[in-house]
């Protein structure tokens, strides 16, 4: 079975509410959810070592996924639960005889029609108030397609359009040569763009499904 990866950082997950992101201020995962990078050096892409993590409870993120199923993985802590619905239904977290017991399977959804879905996960929080839900990433099933067509658009393509915060930033997006982190097959370049610009952008156009 076919399968891809969607990382927390990305664009397409919804999270309520919003993730912190004030600058020198050390996010409280009490009030809202709190983004953390793993990365050891500035030479490691952040997206390979982040994750979200909140202990709110009644704290929410969406995901939109074409496919026939998903994993999420992440971590739960002292009696911290959660709740999930896949298009309006309320499903299980699919796990049973103690599987995910190491703390890194959330949930495992499956036998789901191949169209598009929506995810909503709630947090519920436990007795202890020291208890946090950390999401990683998830893992999109799409059924048994034999082959995928993609391209691999470089960070420096000129098919790429990016945008600064505000006129006074120049130069907003730095460039960085080398990274240790794993990139797709296929690709030969190890070099990448990163800004800490608040509002920096990345525009791209591209005809897919």
């Not at 993730?19 to 009490?30: E, H, K, Q, S, Y």
């Not at 969406?62 to 309320?90: E, P, V, Y």
């Not at 977290?93 to 190491?102: F, P, R, T």
């Not at 006074?168 to 797709?184: F, I, M």
């Amino acid at each position: 079975m076919k399968n891809f990866t969607i990382d927390d950082s990305s664009p397409v997950i919804r999270y309520t509410p919003n993730p912190t992101f004030a600058v020198n201020i050390f996010p409280d995962p009490l009030l809202n959810w709190s983004p953390v990078c793993g990365a050891i050096d500035a030479s490691e892409r952040c997206d390979d070592h982040s994750a979200h993590v909140t202990g709110l409870d009644g704290a929410k993120f969406a995901l939109s996924f074409f496919g026939t199923g998903i994993n999420l993985f992440g971590n739960l802590t002292l009696g911290t639960t959660f709740s999930m619905n896949i298009d309006g239904n309320t499903v299980s977290n699919g796990l049973s005889g103690g599987e995910g017991a190491d703390s890194q399977i959330l949930a495992k959804v499956s036998g789901l029609s191949p169209a598009l879905h929506t995810l909503i996960l709630t947090v519920k929080k436990g007795e202890d108030i020291r208890g946090l839900f950390t999401f990683d990433y998830a893992q999109i099933l799409v059924g048994n397609a034999t082959s995928f067509n993609r391209t691999v658009i470089d960070a420096f393509s000129d098919q790429l359009r990016l945008g600064p915060a505000e006129p006074r930033y120049l130069e907003s997006w730095n460039r960085y040569g080398g990274y240790n982190a794993s990139v797709p097959d296929g690709v030969n370049f190890s070099s990448f763009r990163a800004t800490d610009v608040m509002g920096a952008n990345v525009y791209a156009a591209f005809k897919g499904g």
